[in-house]
């Protein structure tokens, strides 16, 4: 029986080794555009209603995403947008996430001009130096960690030398983090002590446009001997408003922002640090109640592959408020104010199996002084090279409804993605 | 100065290693070896496809390119890997610093994020995106992470058994190579557990001869286990084509290096 069988599959595996590769056509590299991107169908829901909120659910869209690049001659296009139907806005929506024209300049520089992502920064899903726009919304909603970091319009130049080099980008358009509007997620008020959710969702006035009013970030870089080190400024804005005018309004204050970071292998592992120093520019004493006041941010981290295929991360982030003394004796509502060391850890665990066709992952932030904590549990199967599914889970808790995850108590939701990839 | 002569002298003795005696010393074999199958001339290009077997049959599909450059023959490497296949990993970019004396450093480019990440020194033992491959084949496995002993040699092979240093670290408790007694390229690779038994196989299924070097042209990692394989052609090899170490630094992460990366086209 064994022998038939070996009989019966020999000249079968001979034919599947001849027909293993079916073309000899490896792609023309570079020479045309190649279209690719996916599919999408995501579904979420709250686990238990927010009354503040219509909907319950907090995904519910379908998702086209188109990719593609152009090389004539020596400049790069470069597109990648999103189309679809949100039917918790209850729209159809095309999103941009990248518009490029990339070339260099000489044999040192490159110029990448457009809309694009951009990110710097040793923090795993903590930002200190990454003043890049974040939308926080697609982070809670369920949608892929890729919409985390949102798309600005910008022109970023990169120089490169043995010395070090030098990153710079200009945002002439402020670019604001998509920060919670009470659209989908209602979010803590100070003025109104408690969560709300305004009709119209929250749209707070941007800073006029002005060459003043855009934002510049700089980075300058290097790694000497496995070891990476860098320094940052950023001069724009806070990017959530977190300032009121006089009429209470919410608005964007204006700061700077000096900083740097390290990344290296320690031990069996990976270590970061980094710090930054915001200045409140408007409020540079503390006094001013309706401005944000100077912080001074640090984190340390450090990330092992502790089994096989099973890496933790480890994260301990401080944010100083300074001033903090101002701050309380002049503020309208002391008791929801920051306190003065907000004190976060993260945890992240992640588990390959199956050839990386199933991923296991938990990230974990907890603040002992904030008193709240955010998990996010995700499974992703990849079924093959065209069809993937994740589903996952945001789940919230707190002791203070004014906290960061304290306020999104009754945001906890799960949800779940179908994708083709073409 | 001192880099040509050593070329030279290490082309020499494999030259006469093809009509000498055959060679008896373990570590002597496995240094040839090595630097046939992962040194061949200062620097090197390829484009690689993979196809990911299942034991089911169910298939998956990677392309990229490897650009090499030798900081010392047989010593320190640059590798930059960049993926053209499939959609959901196109961009993807793989830059690793290889160090005899040290562990790699390793970071990946993810365009989507536009994030350069770092990936840990452990897990040089793990899936090479999701292929039978480890990330260790890609780029080489020190030979002074074994020790290395002499079984046999055949009227092709030159047949050696290598037992890990630290037993810990790896998946293995020992494999046995059988390396080519003209080329010196290892033709077939079994890894065996603990218990004595072969669960991993590498074998070499083509060779040719590029600018002076043999070659690996077809290969296939099985995983005798579960029954799965991973297939791999390497074509549009070009070596000594005078890639500057820049080539292989952040910036090519983020914005590969199109001429180097030029599919040649005689």
């Known amino acids: ?422 | 100065m001192q880099r040509p002569f050593m070329l030279t002298l290490a082309g020499l003795t494999l030259a006469l290693g093809v009509h000498a005696e055959p060679l008896t010393d373990a570590d002597d074999i496995t240094a040839r070896a090595n630097l046939a199958a992962y040194y061949s001339g200062a620097d090197g290009r390829s484009e690689v496809r993979m196809i990911i077997s299942d034991a089911q049959g169910r298939q998956q599909r990677r392309q990229f390119t490897v650009l090499r450059r030798d900081v010392d023959d047989g010593g320190d490497q640059q590798f930059l890997v960049v993926f053209s296949q499939p959609s959901d990993v196109r961009g993807t970019t793989f830059l690793v610093d290889k160090h005899v004396d040290k562990d790699d450093d390793r970071w990946l480019y993810l365009p989507g994020l536009d994030l350069v990440k770092r990936i840990s020194a452990g897990d040089k033992r793990t899936s090479f995106v999701g292929a039978h491959v480890f990330y260790e084949d890609v780029s080489g496995r020190r030979p002074s992470d074994d020790t290395h002993e002499f079984v046999e040699t055949t009227d092709e092979f030159y047949v050696l058994r290598h037992v890990p240093l630290d037993a810990q670290s790896v998946e293995f408790a020992n494999y046995i190579t059988w390396i080519d007694r003209d080329t010196f390229l290892p033709m077939k690779i079994e890894y065996q557990n603990a218990a004595g038994k072969a669960y991993r196989l590498v074998e070499v299924l083509g060779v040719e001869e590029f600018d002076g070097y043999a070659t690996v042209t077809t290969s296939r990692v099985s995983n005798i286990l579960s029954g799965g394989t991973t297939d791999m052609q390497f074509r549009y090899i070009r070596y000594d084509v005078g890639m500057p170490a820049d080539v292989f630094t952040e910036r090519s992460l983020r914005n590969p290096p199109r001429d180097w990366l030029a599919r040649p086209t005689d």
């Open chain 1, 1 to 422: 029986m064994k022998l038939l069988a070996l009989l019966l599959f020999v000249p079968v595996a001979g034919l599947a080794q001849g027909d293993l590769w079916d073309d000899d056509d490896w792609g023309d590299e570079e020479q045309t555009a190649v279209w690719s991107g996916f599919l999408e169908a995501g579904a979420g829901t709250r686990f238990r209603s927010d009354p503040l909120v219509e909907h319950r659910n907090t995904l519910e869209e379908l998702r086209w995403r188109i990719e593609s690049q152009w090389q004539p001659s020596r400049i790069t296009l470069g597109l990648a947008a999103d189309g679809g139907y949100d039917s918790i806005e209850n729209d159809w929506y095309v999103d941009i996430r990248d518009l490029t024209l990339s070339f260099a300049l000489g044999s040192r520089i490159d110029v990448k001009v457009g809309r694009q992502v951009q990110t710097w920064g040793t923090g795993d899903l903590v930002f200190l130096n990454d003043l890049f726009p974040k939308d926080f919304v697609s982070f809670f909603s369920g949608r892929e960690d890729e919409y985390l970091k949102a798309p600005g319009n910008s022109i970023r130049v990169s120089q490169y030398s043995p010395l070090f080099n030098v990153d710079f980008s200009w945002t002439p358009v402020f670019e604001p983090d998509d920060y919670l509007t009470g659209e989908r997620f209602s979010f803590f008020s100070p003025l109104a002590g408690d969560n709300v959710a305004p009709l119209p969702p929250l749209s707070a006035s941007e800073p006029n446009e002005s060459f003043s009013n855009g934002e510049f970030s700089l980075r300058l870089f290097r790694t000497v001997a496995g070891r990476e080190y860098a320094v940052y400024v950023y001069r724009g804005f806070f990017k959530q408003p977190r300032a009121l005018t006089t009429t209470l309004e919410p608005v964007f204050a204006p700061m700077n922002s000096f900083g740097a970071s390290l990344r290296r292998p320690a031990g069996p592992g990976l270590l970061n640090a980094e710090v930054s120093y915001y200045e409140s520019r408007n409020d540079r004493s503390g006094t001013d109640p309706f401005m944000p006041n100077s912080q001074f941010r640090l984190l340390a981290g450090y990330e092992w592959e502790a089994k096989p295929n099973f890496t933790v991360g480890l994260q301990y982030y401080l944010e100083w408020t300074l001033d903090h003394t101002a701050l309380m004796e002049n503020s309208s509502w002391p008791q929801f104010e920051p306190d003065e060391y907000r004190h976060l850890l993260t945890n992240r665990l992640t588990y390959r199996a199956g050839l990386d066709k199933y991923t296991w992952s938990l990230f974990t932030f907890f603040s002992p002084t904030d008193q709240d904590v955010y998990l996010r549990p995700v499974f992703t199967y990849r079924h093959s090279d065209q069809w993937s599914v994740t589903t996952g889970a945001n789940l919230f808790g707190g002791n203070h409804q004014h906290t960061f995850f304290g306020q999104l108590q009754d945001a906890g939701n799960v949800y779940l993605r179908l994708r083709f990839n073409y």
